[in-house]
Structure formats: structure tokens, C-alpha cells
């Protein structure tokens, strides 16, 4: 992996994925996918990784797509632009799927890409400094990593069609009330807010949480009957877990519970 673009760190119970163009604004280009992918490869090969949390360096989580590449590759014969963007929706899948929680520690601008980006992470914490927007309307782009359909998903269709529509950027505190923001912290405390939080699920069975991603998410792309339904097969799944039989164990014996994954 090339650390001048993507830094890759094992910490605390968690692989920490910066992306680091600042000069860039950390925008997104072929490499930098790749770069994110391979890490993700990483968390899930080593022993005692239990989240991952995203960040950039400087002033910008990320800027969305290195419009630069882009329109380097836009002409009448080629369809590399196109690749390009089914490599983009092909990471945020595979983000918003990845078996363990994903956190987002917003340090600067999320934009356009970076707020897909943003979209496909289990938690957002971010610091107070920081602005998201969509942004594709300021250049007559369109969203192709599933900004249209996420972003309404998650904040409702029209709060996402006003950002969709006007470009704007908002303050990270304004999109509190809108689910898509967890917590707001001052922006010396982003990282060390972050690391708690990774503390906090390092402590809990990454069977279960990987379970209940997994629950959550295939019961928002169902109806809730259906969705009830999973969750109860789940449940009697999971009662045969060393992890649930741990967690009994450890309330009745009134200590820590020390979860194994299985």
C-alpha cells in the first residue's frame, strides 16, 4: 500500500484509515480505492481488530472524486470515467457491508464522494469545524456512489433533496438532528472521541455486533414481517454462541465478560 496516500494503522482495537492527499483534499482516485480496499483486507486478516474507522489528513475527510482524473478520462472513445465510478459504488458496497462496525471521524469537508463515503459507515463523529455537502450539482455532476439513493434513506427525501439540489455545505452540528451525524466534538477531541468510541465496541461480542449489522441493515431492504421474521432465526441462532454463553456467564458471575467472536 502506498502510505503516501492512504495510511493504514492497527490501534486500539481498530484499523485507522487515513486518507492522506491533503493537498488533494483527499479526493478519491483509482489508487486511493485500491489503497482503502487492501486496508480493509487488512482489519479482516488480524487478530483483534474489531472496527475500523475512516479519516483523512488536513482540511478534508474527502472531497469526493479527483475531478483532475476525472476529466482525464472522459472522451468520445473512452470509458474510463465509467470503471472509475463502478470501482467508486464497488468500495462504498463494501464499506457499508464490511462484517464489523465502521466509524467515520469527519475532520474536515465531506463532500460529494466523501458524504457517500460518510453514508456508508455504521457512526459518524465529527469535528465541529467540519462541513458536508453533496456538491455534484455545483459541476453538473450526478452522484454515482449512491448518494441519491443513501442519502435520502438516511435523512429523508427532502432534506436530501435540498443538499442534493443546491450544492450546499452545512455545518456537521445542523445534520445532528438528522441521524446522519452521531455526535459533534471540538475538533482537538475528534481523534481521542473516536478512540473511546473504539473502546467502547472492543468491549462488546464482534459476533453479535456483526450479527446486528447485519440484522439492521437486511431489515431496512425488507418489510418488517419479514424483517421480524429474520431477527427471531437470527436469534435462535445465536443462543448457541460461545459469545452469548460468555455474556450470561459474566453477568451471574458479576465480572467483564471476555468475548472470543464465536
Known amino acids: 500500500m502506498s502510505e503516501e496516500e492512504i495510511i493504514s494503522e492497527v490501534r486500539d482495537g481498530a484499523m485507522w484509515i487515513t486518507l492522506n492527499r491533503p493537498e488533494a483534499m483527499n479526493s478519491l482516485t483509482p489508487r486511493v480505492l485500491a489503497g482503502i480496499s487492501r486496508a480493509l483486507d487488512q482489519a479482516q486478516n488480524t487478530d483483534g481488530v474489531r472496527a475500523v474507522v475512516l479519516t483523512g489528513n488536513g482540511r478534508a475527510f474527502c472531497a469526493g472524486a479527483d475531478l483532475k482524473y476525472v476529466q482525464s478520462q472522459v472522451g468520445e472513445t473512452d470509458n474510463g470515467t465509467q470503471h472509475f465510478l463502478s470501482d467508486v459504488l464497488a468500495l462504498m458496497n463494501r464499506v457499508e457491508s464490511f462484517p464489523m462496525p465502521v466509524i467515520a471521524a469527519i ?156
Open 107 to 262: 475532520n474536515g469537508l465531506a463532500l460529494a464522494g466523501g458524504l457517500e463515503l460518510v453514508l456508508c459507515c455504521d457512526l459518524v463523529i465529527s469535528a465541529r469545524s467540519a462541513k458536508l455537502g453533496d456538491a455534484h450539482a455545483n459541476y453538473g455532476l450526478l452522484p454515482g456512489g449512491g448518494g441519491s439513493v443513501r442519502l435520502p434513506r438516511k435523512i429523508g427525501p427532502t432534506r436530501a433533496k435540498y443538499l442534493l439540489y443546491t450544492g450546499e455545505f452545512l455545518p456537521a452540528e445542523e445534520l445532528l438532528a438528522t441521524g446522519l451525524v452521531n455526535k459533534v466534538v471540538e475538533d482537538a477531541e475528534l481523534l481521542s472521541a473516536t478512540g473511546k468510541l473504539v473502546t467502547t465496541l472492543a468491549r462488546k461480542s464482534p459476533l453479535g455486533l456483526r450479527r446486528m449489522k447485519a440484522l439492521v441493515d437486511d431489515g431496512l431492504a425488507q418489510p418488517i414481517e419479514s424483517a421480524l421474521r429474520l431477527e427471531l432465526l437470527a436469534s435462535e441462532v445465536h443462543i448457541h454462541s460461545a459469545d452469548m454463553k460468555e455474556g450470561l456467564a459474566a453477568f451471574n458471575e458479576k465480572r467483564a465478560p471476555v468475548f472470543t467472536g464465536r
